[in-house]
């Protein structure tokens, strides 16, 4: 260790970017212009399905000032007119025929921003309709065929000991139905990318985006070029949550078609209602539940079926419903456990990456259900829990064995200590006999893993680098990008906790395809951990290569290690190391039975919602609410606990406010004045209190937070509203008509 | 489309600016687009969201939403005229430092309003700070850190010591 007593892990180190932020200094895409620059727009299908017939170019518009690109210059320049990801059926732009609302079909660039909107209104589309699916029941029932031969585009079996004879075992079956909407991402800064495209450079975009890599992959076959030939840069991203996952890969080849066909820089940027009509959302999704309990309340058997709606094609949803999946059976531990989970199609715009990334649904699922189940076992639902916790050395769904101290029942009795919990069941139960306003307590428990699922890091093999500058300094090479969340200052704090120098000493590079390694793309809870994991090796490769060279001693001060690196980089020029990813020790996991360590580690944690219910107006509100989380080492409580508040925000609007309104296969709410999303008035105190067990695999000992605080609000809000109403709510977004269909009922003993 | 530019007057940042403009543009666009200055983000264009709040004549108003035009003869004020020179207005410090600017692109409007609220009221509780910003939307925050910045910093301008909330100081010895 050096002699510099530096140890920055586990301090709130101020936010690396924050000054550049709060002056106005920060340059998000938009900010940006080049010469000679034009925009963009991106013409769309106005109906869910149907094979085009003819466009026309119409209007007093001067089309011949315009650039105008369609699926026939993608052939002419030789691209493949997919966007690369999974199964590679998503067509940049339509071609001869549309399977959703709002498909990209033709794409126009002017210099001038007004004419362009004229001409885009100027653009006829006609076609012939087809049958469309719209919903993810339609097309489960197969009302029509339209995508591959089934509409299923994945498919997932868990299966753990035999739940077909465990019924016979069982006391009590318990079943139940659960769904959950589409739910849009609505970072504050749109979607954007800027393009420079020509035949001698290649292609060069700057934009908005959490993967530089995923465009990256993506535009090397849309253009059919070699990968020094794509550059990807990361400008300053006014926040992501998953919604600038895939996403940017389409505009950003929309912007570089243009580019290339008019030789100029081409800038794309969404409005707020194009974002919203056009782009991915979370996927809805249904889960049924089939539980087998004992007489004294332990679980024998789980039968879970969970569906997502995937949208048109199939962009991410196979590892949304991976992910999904897994989480299904949350914290607990069934001898048998069988899940069965499909990603469906159906016209409506691809649904994508939101943060949790299909736990919450499951999640959302399963805790409403078992508080269904201990009602029927004559359990409260804590006690219920208390008996089905996983324990140390026991297995979850996917039969992996838990290794590491978990201790749920210990976090429920901290989370109900920070609360009242049972006074307040108490007293809420009397207060509620006398007053309009119900009021009512609930709770939610579960787990979360962080990084990719199964075999997935290794697969992605990620690479950080470390390079030494003639400053003395350290910059971190990583393609792993800030979106709001930290990672360049939690990327400082575990480089500079290693090398014992001051984190300000530290760089982040600005994620750049030509100049970064692939570090993996910027999601699943996994930049910390995983990401974090590397940067600590990455460094302390370079502080021995310093050492090595005999520049360094073992011991050093801050400004002997600054003066190896100048030295180093005089005698034997530029200084790189970097680092590959390996998977820990014990880590199995078989792909195709589904089994094995889903992932390294799990975040363990209990919510707690109070909320009151007026029963004259039917409006549900949280008024308190604790997120209670053991999540390895905080890096950066600051930056950790705004995690969790900014999560459990998303998460109160998830399941009271945010609702998709359909039609015709569109999101007919596509405004922040009609789709809500909570403001300053709607949100609660958010009390957030860590437990800390170090991980011995991640930096510092840090797991993943960054998706967790998704998962519980749902739940824990409507367990609460069943408690302060008695009525049990099965879906989300809860609306305050669905509240009133069912409160009329018994609050006022009417029948219907 | 008109090729006639407005030309218009008024005081940007404390200084005395000049500029023409398509007539048809808002205060957002001419700020952006004829004066250069980005910090000023468009978040929605319809009113929605505050993410593009100036100050005019100290009042808070959405710049989407006021033309160019509107502004002759006016004070207006942008995150660009928040700090003194290299010295950041107190608000600007404790979102930074306190966790009240994440992604950052909503803060350039939170700040501007919050200069407001504090003018009017230097010493605002928990709840006269909510409705003061509830026009504003952030996605990141929950909007918690951002009412404890409001608050350090109100207490720092009034001279007083305030207690970092309990997260800004977990883990200091």
């Known amino acids: ?752 | 489309m008109g090729k006639q530019k407005a030309h218009i007057q008024f005081v940007l940042n404390g200084e005395t600016a000049e500029v023409a403009f398509a007539p048809h543009k808002t205060l957002l666009e001419v700020l952006r687009e004829d004066l250069g200055l980005m910090g000023t983000k468009h978040g929605c264009e319809l009113g929605e969201c505050g993410t593009c709040t100036v100050l005019v004549n100290g009042r808070s108003i959405l710049s989407c939403l006021m033309l160019g035009l509107d502004a002759e003869g006016q004070d207006v004020k942008s995150i660009e005229g928040m700090a003194n020179g290299s010295q950041l207005h107190p608000l600007q410090e404790t979102f930074a430092d306190t966790g009240a600017a994440q992604c950052g692109y909503c803060s350039p409007g939170f700040l501007l309003v919050a200069e407001e609220l504090l003018k009017k009221n230097p010493n605002p509780n928990r709840e006269t700070i909510k409705e003061a910003l509830s026009g504003n939307l952030c996605r990141c925050t929950g909007y918690i850190k951002i009412y404890e910045a409001v608050e350090l910093a109100a207490a720092r301008m009034r001279g007083e010591e305030m207690e970092l909330p309990r997260a800004s100081v977990y883990g200091l010895e």
């Not at chain 1, 549309?98 to 079909?105: P, W, Y």
């Not at chain 1, 140390?392 to 838990?402: L, P, R, V």
Request: net charge negative.
């Open chain 1, 1 to 752: 260790m050096s002699a510099s007593p530096n140890h920055p892990i586990g301090k709130s180190v101020p936010r690396k970017e924050g000054r550049k932020k709060v002056t106005g200094q920060a340059l998000y895409v938009d900010d940006i212009s080049f010469a000679e620059m034009i925009y963009g727009v991106t013409v769309r299908s106005s109906v869910p399905r149907g094979r085009i017939t003819n466009i026309s170019f119409a209007g007093d518009t001067p089309w011949d000032e315009f650039t105008i690109v369609t699926a026939k210059d993608i052939r002419d320049i030789g691209g493949e007119n997919y966007v690369a990801l999974i199964l590679n059926d998503q067509p940049y732009l339509a071609d001869e025929v549309v399977n959703h609302a709002e498909e990209a079909i033709v794409l126009l660039a002017h210099p001038n921003k007004y004419l362009l909107e004229e001409a885009r209104r100027n653009v006829r589309i006609e076609y012939e309709e087809l049958p469309a699916i719209l919903t993810l029941e339609d097309s489960v029932d197969k009302k029509e065929i339209i995508w591959g031969e089934d509409n299923v585009f994945k498919t997932f079996l868990v299966d753990k000991g035999n739940v077909d004879e465990a019924w016979t075992n069982a006391d009590l079956i318990v079943e139940g139905e659960y769904f959950t909407g589409a739910q849009e991402q609505l970072y504050i800064e749109n979607n954007g990318v800027i393009a420079i495209a020509n035949e001698h450079d290649g292609v060069t975009v700057w934009g908005s985006m959490q993967c530089p890599y995923y465009v990256h992959k993506a535009l090397i076959k849309l253009f059919a070029l070699p990968e020094d030939k794509v550059r990807v840069i990361q400008t300053e991203t006014g926040g992501g949550f998953g919604g600038k996952e895939e996403y940017p890969s389409i505009i950003a080849g929309h912007a570089a078609l243009l580019s290339l066909k008019c030789g100029k820089p081409v800038k794309i940027i969404y409005d707020r209602a194009e974002d919203m009509v056009a782009t991915t959302k979370r996927h809805p999704s249904r889960t049924r539940h089939k539980t087998a309990v004992t007489k004294d309340g332990k679980l024998v058997a789980m039968d879970i079926e969970f569906v997502i709606d995937g949208g048109a094609y199939c962009t991410l949803s196979p590892v949304v419903l991976s992910r999904g999946t897994i989480h299904a059976a949350g914290p607990y531990f069934s001898p048998n456990v069988r899940i069965r989970s499909s990603a469906v199609a159906t016209n409506i715009p691809p649904h994508g990456a939101f943060r949790g990334f299909g736990a919450p649904q499951g999640i959302f699922a399963l805790e409403r259900h078992l508080d269904k189940v201990a009602k029927a076992v004559g359990l409260t639902p804590d006690e219920f829990r208390r008996r089905n916790f996983i324990q140390q050395g026991e297995t979850t769904a996917t039969s992996q064995i838990i290794r590491e101290k978990v201790d749920m029942a210990g976090l429920l009795d901290r989370a109900f200590e920070l609360t009242g919990y049972h006074e307040k069941r108490q007293r809420f139960a009397k207060e509620n006999e006398q007053s309009r306003v119900k009021k009512g307590i609930g709770f939610a428990t579960f787990m979360h893993g962080a990084g990719f699922t199964g075999s997935g890091e290794v697969y992605l093999a990620s690479v950080v680098g470390a390079e030494a500058t003639s400053e003395g300094r350290v910059k971190i090479l990583a393609a792993s990008t800030e979106i709001g969340q930290g990672t360049n200052t939690i990327f400082a704090q575990i480089a500079s906790e290693a090398l014992g120098v001051d984190s300000d000493l530290i760089e982040v590079a600005q994620p750049d395809t030509a100049n970064v390694p692939n570090s993996g793309p910027t999601v699943a809870s996994r930049t910390c951990m995983v990401v974090g994991k590397l940067v600590e090796s990455a460094v302390l490769a370079l502080k021995q290569t310093l050492v090595g060279s005999g520049l360094l001693r073992e011991d050093y001060s801050q400004s002997e290690f600054q003066e190896a690196c100048r030295t180093h980089i005089e005698k034997f020029g530029p200084l790189k190391t970097f680092s590959t990813y390996q998977a820990p020790p014990n880590i199995h996991w078989n792909d195709e039975k589904y089994q094995g360590d889903a992932y390294g580690a799990y975040a363990w944690a209990v919510y707690v919602a109070e909320v009151s219910v007026d029963s004259l107006t039917y409006e549900a509100q949280v008024e308190d609410f604790v997120a209670l989380q053991e999540v390895g080492r905080v890096i950066n409580p600051v930056l950790a606990t705004g995690q969790i508040e900014g999560g459990v925000a998303q998460g109160i609007g998830f399941t009271l406010f945010e609702n998709v309104v359909w039609q015709n296969g569109r999101m007919a709410n596509n405004q922040m004045t009609n789709y809500i999303m909570p403001t300053p008035a709607d949100i609660p105190p958010i009390r957030v209190y860590f437990e800390e067990n170090p991980y011995a695999y991640g930096p510092g000992g840090a797991k993943g937070i960054g998706e967790l605080p998704m998962d519980g609000p749902a739940p824990a809000i409507l367990n609460a509203i069943e408690n302060a109403t008695g009525v049990s709510f099965d879906h989300v977004p809860l609306m305050p008509e669905a509240i009133m269909e069912n409160l009329t009922n018994v609050l006022h003993g009417i029948t219907l």
